[in-house]
């Protein structure tokens, strides 16, 4: 490496690393208003609340990262103009891509130790920030219990819930056991369905295609079958919230097994699939931006200095998140393929900046 191209790239870290303290500073005091009155009421220890933010900031990095490349850029490049040292380096024989090179280089490399954290630290880091809100903060414990293929929710009522896959955005289970006990907990009532559905207009659970065991005692059952069959039971959806397991929580490898339980279960996967597409898409994100933010930034810093480069550099930002998560959302939808879902945004805004940087004369 060149000196040349070791100062282009110091200055590019540089602020790279100072645009992700101000991001980092932001998303910290965002979710600190959110969480604060929440945390008094709830007499959260200062050590408790403390820890939760810092295991809140590891995914924060993740979002802000992308974001944090794309003004860096942008802003190196402006600087770097402003001050005629691209005029400088181009008269000294250098052309605008050798220029720019170490900075597409650099948020490559970005994105490859984004997309090693997202695998090995942030599941970590979200499972224990949301162990601490959970369990030391708001005092709930642990009712919910997952498995790699198996979710257990024990009620208030000495119910517990064995249940193969939960999905909260339709309400819908399968694979459910139900264990009644007294109060000596004996077991008095298993129930087996193989689906579960939540009628929100009748504001129950409705169980299909089961079997009821009652233990009468001195060992006699009782055994019913049932098409459909409607349960007194207190538990509702938002109880089982936590019960479905969390992209944000698992890693590629565990997202990829728990994809093939829910197939092996009957279940559809289709968003976990797409989930999964997005944990590699999401952390190259940050290259994307970069090669569609140097040649506007370097076309702003010709005609409108500082201030036309960062609103470009946010509309641009602004535009490819609107249109990423809107690409997630018509996946899990399955109106998408799962790889086009994630990967679509990213393929439209790489061949646009390509474009725009062949355009840039070199």
């Known amino acids: 490496m060149t000196i040349l191209s070791r100062y282009i790239l110091m200055q590019f870290l540089r602020m790279a690393f100072l645009c992700q303290a101000g991001a980092i500073t932001l998303f910290l005091t965002a979710e600190f208003i959110e969480r604060i009155d929440d945390f008094i009421e709830e007499n959260a220890t200062l050590a408790d609340a403390t820890l ?3 295991y809140k900031i590891p995914h924060l990095v993740f979002l802000s990262v992308p974001l944090t490349v794309l003004m860096a850029s942008t802003f190196t490049l ?23 090179a170490p900075i597409l280089i650099a948020s490559l490399g970005i994105s490859l130790l984004t997309f090693l954290a997202n695998e ?3 599941p970590f880091a979200n499972k ?9 903060i708001q005092k709930t414990g642990l009712r919910t219990h997952a498995q790699r293929n198996k979710i257990w929710y024990r009620s208030g009522n000495n119910t517990i819930w064995q249940i193969t896959h939960y999905d909260p955005s339709s309400e819908k289970m399968r694979g459910v056991t139900l264990y009644r006990m007294d109060r000596q907990n004996r077991l008095t009532q298993r129930i087996d369905a193989d689906e579960v559905v939540w009628l929100p207009g009748e504001k129950h659970w409705e ?6 065991h009652d233990f009468a005692g001195r060992g006699k059952i009782q055994q019913q079958t049932f098409k459909k069959k409607i349960l007194g039971l207190t538990e509702k959806p938002e109880d089982f919230q936590q019960a479905g397991r969390n992209p944000e929580t698992m890693n590629y490898q565990e997202l990829g097994r728990y994809i093939e ?16 597409w997005a944990k590699i898409s999401a952390p190259f994100i940050s290259f994307v931006l970069a090669i569609v933010g140097v040649p506007f ?11 036309l480069g960062v609103a470009i550099a946010i509309g641009i930002g602004a535009i490819y998140l609107v249109l990423f998560h809107a690409s997630l959302s018509f996946g899990h939808a399955g109106r998408l393929p799962p790889a086009l879902a994630a990967w679509g945004p990213n393929a439209i805004f790489l061949a ?5 940087l062949a355009s840039v004369r070199g």
């Open 78 to 100: 402006i600087l770097f103009s402003k001050e005629n040292e691209v005029l400088a380096m181009r008269t000294g024989g250098l052309s605008l891509y050798r220029i720019i």
């Open 120 to 122: 090995y630290i942030v």
């Open 261 to 276: 339980d829910l197939r092996k279960s009957g279940a559809n996967p289709t968003r976990y699939v797409v989930d999964m």
């Open 128 to 136: 224990r920030g949301e162990y601490i809100r959970r369990v030391n």
């Open 207 to 212: 169980f299909h295609k089961g079997v009821i």
């Open 352 to 356: 646009g900046g390509a474009y725009f």
């Open 52 to 54: 939760y933010f810092l």
């Open 297 to 307: 930034s370097i076309r702003s810093s010709r005609s409108g200095g500082v201030a």
